[in-house]
């Protein structure tokens, strides 16, 4: 199996900035295609930003311009710097992996935007 855990969330102040941690774990074998997505309350699970081993990411419309995903291959992390945040980016942000066919997901870290 595989596991992912996130690290990073917390409450920020609009305009702030958090960087998202997430380290992948156990049968990996390889290097695969990873990426963020978040869920606020009473809303479908988002796609936030993407990333393949190669380098080449997705950004979804909503944080282009202000998040960045990067990733540590040989560390199996990836990360999402995430700048000027607003209180719509206040949600759970999952960390995911795709290994063959099959999606893994972490636990999650929540993530909230207020004064």
């Known amino acids: 199996q595989v596991q992912l855990v996130e690290s990073g969330g917390g409450l920020v102040q609009p305009g702030g900035s958090l960087r998202l941690s997430c380290v992948a774990s156990g049968r990996i074998f390889g290097i695969w295609p990873m990426g963020w997505y978040r869920q606020a309350p009473g809303k479908q699970r988002e796609l936030v930003a993407a990333i393949v081993p190669g380098g080449t990411t997705r950004i979804a419309d909503s944080v282009r311009g202000r998040f960045t995903i990067s990733r540590a291959n040989a560390e199996n992390k990836v990360f999402l710097q995430m700048t000027d945040l607003r209180a719509e980016d206040t949600a759970v942000y999952y960390c995911?992996?795709?290994?063959?066919?099959?999606?893994?997901w972490g636990q999650g870290t929540q993530v909230t935007v207020s004064t």
């Open positions: 995911k992996l795709i290994r063959q066919g099959s999606d893994y």
